[in-house]
């Protein structure tokens, strides 16, 4: 095809940082669900990450061929936004320790950070094993390739991933943003609203099902979704980026790409 659709175009920009909606890591620059894959920090990343990041690199230093302390490292850089040299220092860790699988499911969480969508996925490929599958993995497996456009090859990945862990609200969210890119937004709402019935759903699957409805026009329902159970000031960041994606829903139209910053609708963890 000459172009993506118009709203795959709208949301392709930011469309990793709305399909990981459950995904690889801790605190993060999007949403993601990968954090159980691999041990946390000790010192919470979420209090100060870049003070943690600086421990860490302390540590590092002074021993980088120790894999956990590359991968808290990792983890670390990502949490506070150094999304290169994340990557950077868990290429270098993978090389070191080829077979470590939380390593390669970190390093391909960050390889999605930076937009390696392709490389990502492959990576992320030999982070499990067809007779050991990691539903997380599945899940942000899904996710690339739903940024490489392969739609309908993603949706397999997220149905393996739900035949591990049925109903899984992070896995419904992203399959139905999966619907959203391929602009089938009632399919995606049908999909959203299932994993927003679960009482397991966070606050990024709600922000999703608003984006959902929103993009079908109903905004008051959009917005009266994303008001709930926020802080007023939160709600009211969120209602904003909303009414901005869907003001400019009709910029694809006269070939402008808009750059939505679609991972901002929802809280960090």
Same mark, same amino acid.
């Given at each position: 095809m000459?172009?993506q659709? &118009?709203?795959?175009?709208l949301? $392709?920009? $930011? !469309?990793?940082?709305?399909?990981?909606?459950?995904?690889?890591? %801790?605190?993060?620059?999007?949403?993601?669900?990968?954090? &159980?894959?691999?041990?946390k920090?000790?010192?919470?990343?979420?209090?100060?990450?870049?003070?943690?990041?600086?421990?860490?690199?302390?540590?590092?230093r !002074?021993?980088?061929?120790?894999?956990?302390?590359?991968?808290?490292?990792?983890?670390a850089?990502r949490?506070?936004?150094?999304? &290169?040299?994340?990557?950077?220092?868990?290429e270098?860790?993978?090389?070191?320790h080829?077979?470590?699988?939380?390593?390669?499911?970190?390093?391909g969480? +960050?390889?999605?950070?930076? %937009?390696?969508?392709?490389?990502?996925?492959?990576?992320?490929?030999?982070?499990?094993?067809?007779?050991?599958?990691?539903?997380?993995?599945?899940?942000?497996?899904?996710?690339?390739?739903?940024?490489?456009?392969?739609?309908?090859?993603?949706?397999?990945?997220?149905?393996?991933a739900?035949?591990?862990?049925?109903?899984?609200?992070?896995?419904?969210?992203?399959?139905? =943003?999966?619907?959203?890119?391929?602009?089938?937004?009632?399919?995606?709402e049908?999909?959203?609203?299932?994993?927003y019935?679960?009482?397991?759903?966070?606050?990024?699957?709600?922000?999703? =099902?608003?984006?959902?409805?929103? =993009?079908?026009?109903?905004? +008051?329902?959009?917005?009266?979704?994303?008001?709930?159970d926020?802080?007023?000031?939160?709600?009211?960041?969120n209602?904003a980026?909303?009414?901005?994606?869907?003001?400019?829903?009709?910029?694809?139209?006269? %070939?402008?790409?808009?750059?939505?910053p679609?991972?901002?609708l929802?809280?960090?963890?």
């Amino acid at each position: 095809m000459r172009e993506q659709s &118009s709203l795959a175009r709208l949301l $392709a920009s $930011a !469309a990793l940082t709305a399909i990981l909606a459950a995904g690889l890591g %801790g605190c993060q620059t999007m949403p993601d669900i990968t954090g &159980s894959l691999s041990s946390k920090p000790e010192t919470s990343t979420e209090a100060d990450p870049h003070r943690t990041a600086e421990i860490y690199g302390e540590r590092y230093r !002074a021993d980088p061929k120790n894999a956990e302390v590359a991968l808290a490292y990792g983890q670390a850089l990502r949490a506070s936004g150094q999304r &290169s040299q994340a990557a950077a220092v868990l290429e270098q860790a993978t090389i070191a320790h080829p077979g470590d699988k939380p390593l390669l499911a970190a390093y391909g969480r +960050a390889l999605a950070d930076n %937009g390696n969508f392709q490389q990502a996925f492959d990576v992320l490929s030999r982070a499990h094993s067809p007779d050991n599958p990691d539903w997380r993995i599945l899940s942000v497996q899904g996710a690339a390739l739903d940024q490489l456009g392969r739609h309908e090859e993603a949706r397999r990945y997220y149905a393996s991933a739900l035949k591990i862990v049925p109903d899984e609200p992070s896995v419904l969210s992203n399959l139905g =943003l999966s619907y959203v890119l391929s602009k089938n937004l009632p399919k995606a709402e049908e999909v959203l609203r299932q994993a927003y019935a679960s009482g397991r759903a966070d606050a990024r699957v709600r922000q999703n =099902l608003a984006l959902a409805i929103g =993009l079908q026009g109903r905004f +008051a329902e959009a917005e009266q979704i994303v008001r709930a159970d926020l802080p007023a000031d939160e709600a009211a960041a969120n209602v904003a980026y909303l009414k901005q994606m869907l003001s400019r829903k009709d910029e694809t139209r006269t %070939g402008a790409v808009a750059k939505m910053p679609v991972a901002s609708l929802n809280r960090p963890e």
